[in-house]
């Protein structure tokens, strides 16, 4: 007995383990179900995002598809507008400009029709100067078209605004008479305002109903309209700089003209005046001879023993008459140089030479006035080519001139230097000096500067004329470095000689 239900015990013991055990397997397995549904959860889940990403990654592709055709027509259009607003610049001729604006670049932008009226203030008319993509039989509809609405176009010029079909919401009769007109679907118009001259406004559209303008589109139709106005102004700037200069050149043609035939009047009555002169210093010298000579006898006595009154009168018909000679002579000399009937011969001199011979000339004079001769010569500047009478007499006239203006006392220093081919002279005196506005004046006929010495010191106003036509006609200059009471420097140029 004891024995069975021990045997019952255990079987139902082992039962009861069989049980619990087969409970602990199911639950474990339905947690193992439990976790696979929660994971199969999350696996769906993570499809489903998946999936949405990849439509997003679609429709990202193909926005930035779209993006990037966008962006290649930008490129397309800009550089279109670069090559005609290049095209266009290079000219100056308004007629060429509008020309340069092919429909290639138009169609580039996307625009297959274009053109461009200009407003005539002075017949009050739209002008065309630009018509692409219509026919000859459409054109007068345009003008008549521009014509009719020219309140509309003068107010987007002096608005400086643009029209779109863009611009367009609600009230559509105006864009449909401009699309009807012109022929378009979208357009773009922009004013043309160069800021002189006629100002007027491109229209460019297209038919295209695919091509759906853009505020760019519009953008790049009012940069090529300002290019243009650019152009437009650069070309009546051109014109009016051209036709100024045109004005110039007949101005100065015309002056140069009357100029050159002043000078040749003016050559006509000095070669007249140089005749005259001449003539008369001629005519002059024959009476002269014959006074200075009939004077001449009378003070050597052979007429008879003179009074001693007389004797002083006919001294001074003697002196005036040497000193009319003198200046007849210097007339006659300068008529002649003038006239180039003297012809110099130049030869190398030596200055030092020269000098000393004129030193030795006017010594009584110095020494009468208590003046020193101080002679200052480079070594290289000591020879000139020079005619060597005429040299002497540049020298007489200076060093005179000096002599009469210096007080005792004073120092007349002549120096000389090369400059290039030539030998600059320098005669300085420590004098009463020259006024500054006597100092061209100096060396024309008869001048004499007013002042007290000069109504003391004799002379003709002609030793400096003289001078400087002798100077000249051995190609060479004079001028004069003066100041009032401290002296002044006569300096002259002469060809040297090596
Ligand atoms: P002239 O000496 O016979 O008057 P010139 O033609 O030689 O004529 O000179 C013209 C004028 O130039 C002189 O009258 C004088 O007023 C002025 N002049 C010339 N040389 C000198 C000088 N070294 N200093 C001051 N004045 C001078």
């Known amino acids: 007995m004891m024995g069975n239900e021990n045997l019952i015990n255990i079987l139902g013991l082992s039962g009861i383990i069989a049980i619990l055990s087969l409970v602990i397997v199911l639950v474990l397995k339905m947690e193992k179900i439990k976790h696979m549904r929660n994971e199969n959860e999350l696996l769906r889940r993570s499809l489903d995002e998946m999936d949405e990403q990849a439509k997003l990654i679609v429709r990202t592709d193909m926005e930035l598809n779209k993006t990037q055709e966008e962006l290649d027509k930008k490129m397309t259009g800009l550089y279109a507008l670069q090559r005609v607003s290049r095209s266009i ?266 000098l000393e011979k004129v030193g030795d000339l006017l010594g009584v004079q110095l020494k009468e006035r208590g003046l020193e001769l101080i002679v200052n010569i480079s070594p290289d500047a000591l020879t000139v080519l020079a005619d060597s009478e005429q040299l002497s007499r540049i020298f007489i006239n200076i060093i005179g001139n000096a002599l009469k203006f210096t007080p005792p006392g004073g120092k007349i220093t002549v120096r000389s230097q090369k400059r290039d081919h030539l030998v600059e002279i320098d005669v300085s005196d420590t004098g009463c000096g020259i006024p500054l506005e006597s100092k061209e004046r100096i060396f024309e006929e008869f001048y004499r500067v007013e002042n007290p010495i000069n109504e003391q010191v004799k002379g003709t106003g002609l030793g400096l004329a003289l001078v400087k036509h002798i100077i000249e006609a051995h190609g060479g200059k004079i001028w004069v470095e003066s100041k009032i009471g401290a002296g002044s420097t006569f300096s002259f140029t002469l060809p040297a000689a090596a």
């Not at 005539?120 to 008319?125: D, F, L, M, V």
């Not at 100029?259 to 070669?271: D, G, P």
């Open 89 to 354: 610049s290079t000219t100056l001729e308004e007629s060429q400009m509008f020309k340069r604006i092919d429909s290639k670049c138009l169609d580039e932008l996307g625009f297959e029709k274009t053109c461009c009226f200009l407003w005539n203030n002075s017949n009050e008319k739209f002008e065309l100067r630009l018509c692409m993509g219509y026919a000859e039989e459409e054109i007068g509809k345009l003008y008549s078209f521009a014509q009719d609405n020219r309140q509309l176009f003068l107010g987007l010029i002096n608005g400086d605004s643009n029209l779109s079909s863009l611009s367009f919401k609600e009230e559509a009769g105006l864009k449909n008479a401009i699309t009807h007109t012109f022929g378009v679907h979208s357009f773009v118009i922009a004013p043309v305002l160069p800021k002189e001259g006629q100002k007027g406004f491109l229209f460019a559209g297209t038919q295209n109903l695919d091509f759906a303008i853009t505020e760019g589109d519009e953008e790049l139709i009012s940069i090529l309209a300002n290019q243009l106005g650019q152009a437009l102004e650069n070309a009546r700037l051109f014109e009016k700089t051209w036709l100024a200069q045109q004005g110039l050149e007949k101005k100065v043609e015309e002056r140069t003209r009357a100029l050159s035939q002043a000078l040749e009047e003016v050559k006509i009555i000095s070669r007249r005046k140089t005749d005259f002169v001449s003539a008369v210093s001629h005519e002059l010298r024959t009476p002269l001879t014959s006074i200075k000579g009939y004077a001449s006898i009378l003070l050597a006595g052979n007429l008879g023993k003179v009074p001693q009154e007389v004797f002083s009168r006919l001294e001074k018909i003697n002196k005036h008459s040497d000193e009319l000679t003198h200046m007849v002579n210097d007339l006659l000399d300068i008529s002649r140089i003038e006239s180039g009937r003297v012809a110099m011969k130049p030869v190398p001199q030596d200055l030092i030479i020269i």
